[in-house]
C-alpha cells in the first residue's frame, strides 16, 4: 500500500528537549516537505526537498532542521523546541510539486510545556 | 497584500445544495492549481489539479481557474453530508527556481443531511 508514515503521532515534551519526528514514504517519491497547521494560519511549509541532499526552506524553517539522506526518509529535527513550536505536522511526498499529487501523512501533534 | 486569500468560512450548506469555495493570490509566478480536502484528524488528500484557465469537471465536482483575474474556485454539486470537511486551495510558487507548494488557510464545509 502506497503511504507516507510519520512517527511519533502525538508528543509532548519539555522546552530545549531535542525531539525527531521521523517521515518515511513508499512510493520512490523525490520531493517531500514538511508542514505544520495552525488554526487561523493553515498549513504552511517548513521544508522541502527535491531529491537526495537537496533541501530548502519553505515559509517557516526557523527552529527547525532537516535532512535527505536516502530517498524514502525525510526526518524533521527540533534542536531546542519551544512553545510556540506547538502544533500540529504534516510530511508529504509526491513526485514533483508540478501538478503531481501530494501524499499527506496522517500527521504528528506536538505540544512543547 | 497576502499571497493567497481564501473564503474563510465556516459554510453550512443542506444536503444537495451546490457548493462554491473560492481563493483569490497575488502572485503571477503561480503556476499549478489544486485543491486538497482535509477530513478531521486526517492529512490533506488532493481533490483536483489543473494549470490552465477555464473549467476542469470531475464526477461532482468543477475547478474554475482565472488566471487573468487571480482566482480559482471549486464547485460541489448535490453536495452529500461526506463532503462536510475543510477544503484547501494550493498552488505552486516557481519563483527562483524553486517548488514550493502555498495554501489557503482552508474553508471548512459542513453538509447537513
Known amino acids: 500500500e502506497a503511504q507516507v508514515t510519520q512517527n511519533p503521532r502525538y508528543l509532548i515534551t519539555v522546552t530545549g528537549k531535542k525531539l525527531t519526528v521521523t517521515c518515511s514514504q513508499n512510493?520512490?517519491?523525490?520531493?517531500m516537505s514538511w508542514y505544520r497547521q495552525d488554526p487561523g494560519l493553515g498549513l504552511r511549509q517548513i521544508y522541502y526537498s527535491m531529491n537526495v541532499e537537496v533541501t530548502d526552506k519553505g515559509d517557516v524553517p526557523e527552529g527547525y532542521k532537516v535532512s535527505r539522506k536516502e530517498k524514502r526518509n525525510f526526518p524533521l529535527i527540533l534542536e531546542s523546541p519551544s512553545p510556540n513550536q506547538t502544533s500540529l505536522y504534516f510530511c508529504a511526498s509526491s513526485f514533483s510539486t508540478s501538478g503531481s499529487k501530494q501524499y499527506f501523512g496522517p500527521g504528528t501533534r506536538l505540544t512543547v510545556l | 497584500q497576502k499571497e493567497v486569500e481564501q473564503d474563510p468560512g465556516p459554510l453550512s450548506v443542506p444536503e444537495g445544495a451546490i457548493v462554491s469555495l473560492n481563493c483569490t493570490y497575488s502572485?503571477?509566478?503561480?503556476?499549478?492549481f489544486m485543491w486538497y480536502r482535509q477530513y478531521s484528524r486526517k492529512g490533506p488528500e488532493l481533490l483536483m489539479y489543473?494549470?490552465?484557465?477555464g473549467n476542469k469537471e470531475d464526477g461532482r465536482f468543477t475547478a474554475q481557474v482565472d488566471k487573468s483575474s487571480k482566482y480559482i474556485s471549486l464547485f460541489i454539486r448535490d453536495s452529500q453530508p461526506s463532503d462536510s470537511a475543510t477544503y484547501l486551495c494550493?498552488?505552486?510558487?516557481?519563483?527562483?527556481?524553486?517548488?514550493?507548494?502555498?495554501f489557503g488557510k482552508g474553508t471548512k464545509l459542513t453538509v447537513n443531511p
Open positions: 489543473t494549470y490552465s484557465s
Open positions: 502572485n503571477s509566478a503561480f503556476q499549478y
Open positions: 512510493m520512490n517519491h523525490e520531493y
Open positions: 494550493a498552488w505552486t510558487d516557481t519563483q527562483g527556481g524553486s517548488e514550493k507548494l502555498v
